[in-house]
């Protein structure tokens, strides 16, 4: 009698441990089978709008045809020291790569981000789309002057 209850133990153990794949638990299915989610990454895209000055102080701000050596140099040891923490020439941070930014932004605009962040990001379309696309990343007021403003500008042109 033992030998057939062990025996039936024996098998019942060996059926139970088997794969689930489904299970009732209290009026719910639970599925266990492994599957692989697929994630598609959907490429951000910021608009791009050369005639978007945005908003602040800066108008109508063109660059002569000549880059501004000690203008660069000063405008290089400024960007070294207060954006380096969100932005590098060609890797996205923080906050986006800037190499070729004028390419996709209006000088006027770009020197109004950043004298003028704050409103900028409250405000203007493309500040808003860039705030998004960097998870809320709010980019600091540096308090630059005019003249650091300018400075950074033009090293920008080196990238």
Do not use: Q
Request: one cysteine or more.
């Amino acid at each position: 009698m033992k030998k057939i209850i062990g025996a039936f133990a024996l098998c019942a153990l060996l059926a139970s441990c088997g794969e689930k794949k489904e299970e009732k638990k209290n009026g719910f299915e639970m599925n266990r089978s492994k599957t692989e989610k697929k994630v598609e990454k959907v490429a951000k895209k910021t608009p791009v709008d050369m005639s978007n000055e945005g908003i602040g102080p800066y108008k109508n701000i063109s660059f002569s045809e000549t880059i501004d050596a000690d203008l660069v140099a000063k405008g290089e040891a400024k960007f070294k020291s207060v954006c380096t923490a969100c932005h590098m020439a060609d890797k996205r941070l923080i906050g986006p790569a800037l190499s070729g930014v004028y390419d996709r932004r209006n000088v006027s605009w770009v020197m109004n981000m950043m004298k003028n962040p704050t409103e900028m990001l409250k405000k203007d379309p493309i500040a808003k789309a860039l705030l998004k696309e960097y998870n809320n990343a709010v980019m600091l007021d540096n308090k630059l002057s005019d003249e650091e403003t300018r400075a950074v500008a033009e090293y920008l042109r080196t990238l």
